[in-house]
């Protein structure tokens, strides 16, 4: 008989549809070691706000591996997840293994100024006290994975978002010069301009205050040629739609946007929406639609592979060379 690895999510949440792709991924291979079952977690609340999670069925000594939904707000994200690593380690679970296609309270991950938390750090701290295992993918800053007692893998997106473009767009990404919105950016654009054969240029500015882009300068000639902005997510929008208009101004030809994590508040769909680029594409680290500009490109089958890398023991850091 095969080995049992469950693959467990919330069947009400925003992670649900991702996880069954995944499963079916995985289960596309009658031929593989393993044999993998569909789990559910039920997540809800109680009247006065509170969590309530149940494993609805028998997970005893059996591999899991939990999908979170990205889509929950932050304070019900983190207390369910810690809930549910809770409840499978009282349910005599196997290994647990957290996905998080994107982790939240990460952004806060260094001491700028006096007496603030390190948020990331405490994050870290919850998980490794019952989980196994971590898998996310294009951490806000790499440095964090540091913070875990546990092995931690750090997807990449690129290889998929690129595989996409050269598929769907050729003719877009001949000649194309790669932007980093900032200096911090530069090595996940390097990354990008290497595969797709361009060139790299920054976008370097100041900030007013929190929340608020200053000026804005490219270094790199954009004239004349389609450029793409790549970055890990997109919040509020506000640098990227700068940087759009400040590349537009530069003389650029077609431009394009894409990031990882779409996380879009305020009213980031709008201004996106608006701005000078012609399209920007996402993944669904967090669940979305196509709408406007914006295309979604889906993750599932990285995470199948390394799901199934990690049950055969396989190489993770393969899938990037």
Same mark, same amino acid.
């Given at each position: 008989m095969k080995?049992?690895?469950? #693959?467990?999510?919330?069947?009400?949440?925003?992670? =649900?549809? &991702?996880? *069954?792709? /995944?499963?079916?991924?995985?289960?596309?291979?009658?031929? +593989?070691?393993? %044999?993998?079952?569909?789990?559910e977690a039920e997540i809800r609340h109680f009247n006065d706000g509170e969590i309530f999670v149940k494993i609805l069925k028998n997970v005893r000594e059996k591999p899991v591996f939990f999908i979170h939904d990205s889509l929950m707000n932050p304070q019900d994200w983190m207390v369910s997840l810690m809930e549910v690593n809770d409840a499978l380690m009282r349910s005599n679970a196997g290994k647990i293994t957290n996905i998080l296609p994107y982790i939240k309270y990460s952004r806060q991950d260094r001491l700028t100024e006096? +007496?603030?938390?390190?948020?990331?750090?405490?994050?870290? *701290?919850? /998980?490794?006290?019952?989980?196994?295992?971590? /898998?996310?993918? @294009?951490?806000?800053?790499?440095?964090?994975?540091?913070?875990?007692? /546990?092995? &931690? @893998?750090?997807? !990449?997106?690129?290889?998929?978002?690129?595989?996409y473009l050269k598929k769907n767009y050729p003719?877009? #990404?001949?000649?194309?010069?790669?932007?980093?919105? @900032?200096?911090?950016?530069?090595?996940?654009?390097?990354?990008?301009? !290497?595969?797709?054969?361009?060139?790299?240029?920054?976008?370097? %500015?100041?900030?007013?205050?929190?929340?608020?882009?200053? @000026?804005?300068? #490219?270094?790199?000639?954009?004239?004349?040629?389609?450029?793409?902005?790549v970055d890990d997510m997109i919040d509020t929008a506000g640098t990227l739609c700068k940087a759009a208009g400040v590349l537009r101004e530069?003389?650029?030809?077609?431009? =394009?946007?894409?990031?990882?994590?779409?996380? &879009?508040? !305020?009213?980031?769909?709008? %201004?996106?929406?608006?701005?000078? &680029?012609?399209?920007?594409?996402?993944?669904d680290s967090l669940s979305q639609k196509n709408q406007g500009k914006i295309e979604v490109v889906s993750l599932t089958n990285l995470f199948a592979e390394a799901i199934h890398r990690i049950s055969e023991g396989g190489s993770i850091s393969e899938l990037f060379l």
């Open positions: 080995n049992e690895i469950l #693959i467990l999510a919330n069947p009400n949440g925003g992670s =649900w549809d &991702f996880t *069954k792709r /995944i499963y079916e991924k995985l289960n596309s291979n009658p031929e +593989r070691e393993h %044999k993998y079952l569909l789990r006096p +007496r603030v938390p390190l948020t990331s750090s405490i994050l870290a *701290k919850a /998980i490794s006290l019952e989980a196994s295992r971590v /898998i996310t993918t @294009d951490l806000h800053n790499p440095a964090i994975a540091g913070a875990y007692d /546990i092995p &931690f @893998d750090n997807l !990449k997106a690129y290889p998929t978002i690129i595989s003719e877009f #990404i001949e000649d194309i010069v790669v932007v980093a919105p @900032d200096v911090g950016g530069a090595e996940m654009a390097k990354s990008y301009a !290497k595969r797709l054969g361009g060139t790299v240029a920054i976008a370097t %500015k100041s900030r007013e205050k929190e929340g608020v882009v200053g @000026d804005m300068t #490219i270094i790199g000639d954009v004239r004349n040629k389609n450029v793409l902005v530069n003389g650029a030809l077609k431009i =394009w946007a894409c990031a990882t994590h779409g996380l &879009f508040s !305020k009213d980031a769909i709008e %201004k996106l929406n608006s701005s000078a &680029f012609e399209k920007i594409i996402i993944t």
